[in-house]
């Protein structure tokens, strides 16, 4: 069982920056890529991007390509979500998730942090 936290969430405002971090408790290896989905309230889960071990990236949302980027230290069991020029609409619950590579499936999850950015 891998367990994930996400943290650095907070309150910013529109133009600010935050980093979250994502810590698994285990090394996933090549087994699993990692993503970083968020949650507006009232909305569906948005696929945000997804990082393999070997620290390729793909599938940046449109709503955040440029602004956002997701980067990963192995060595610490770490992915990271630097998030660049805020605007209120990326305000959401924001989750990590470990993705195997063989099934496609969603298998561990985090609980989520929160990022509020006011106008």
């Not at 408790?25 to 945000?48: D, H, L, N």
Request: glycine residues 10%.
């Amino acid at each position: 069982q891998v367990q994930l936290v996400e943290s650095g969430g907070g309150l910013v405002q529109a133009g600010d920056s935050l980093r979250l971090s994502c810590a698994a408790s285990e090394p996933t290896f090549s087994r699993y890529a990692m993503a970083w989905f968020r949650q507006a309230p009232g909305k569906e889960r948005e696929f945000v991007g997804l990082i393999y071990w070997s620290g390729d990236v793909i599938g940046y949302a449109d709503s955040v390509k440029g602004r956002f980027t997701i980067s990963k230290d192995n060595d610490h069991n770490t992915m990271y979500l630097q998030m660049n020029s805020l605007k209120p609409e990326d305000t959401a619950v924001y989750y990590c998730a470990a993705r195997s590579v063989a099934t496609g499936w969603y298998d561990y999850w985090g609980q989520g942090t929160q990022v509020t950015v006011s106008s």
